[in-house]
């Protein structure tokens, strides 16, 4: 167990961590994830969608690099990837720095799949903010990607790699 001394929690972290916690809950309920797959036309799990998110958002992996990326077994990778793959979302190819492995790669379905995705999901978000003005969804999103690199620069995961979807430090002006 660590001997880290943490800080005091000040009144707004407190809050801040409320609201995450209930983004999350909204946003990782079953009803929800059913309603975005129906509206974007793509019958595929959850498991399925953070694959395919995450592949389309990088390189091709290794389906270990992948387990790691995802923090999650290597198994549950492998079923997933299997079921993608049988469903035509997916495909295995050589990785040209060792030829017996492979890595995992997006199928031209497996794209469109996550723009149909993508584009589900940012038509609810639109709905939901609508009433936002352009400069307040510009702070906010400035703000969402600050403490996500703020997050990644405290548990060190950014030196992996495993932001590939962070935008520079000129995307984040309010």
Known sequence: MSTERLPAVTPEVAEIERALTRITYLSTRARQHERLMALAGVPLDRAAVALLRHIADSEPLRPGELAQRLGVEASHVTRTVQQLQRSGH?????DPADRRAQRIELTGAGREAVERIREAGARGMQLALGRWQPAELRTLATLFHRMVDD???????????????????ADRTP
């Open 90 to 94: 997916v495909t295995r190819v050589p």
């Open 151 to 169: 997050f990644l620069a405290r548990t060190g995961d950014d030196e992996q790699g495993q932001d590939p979807g962070a935008a520079g430090p």
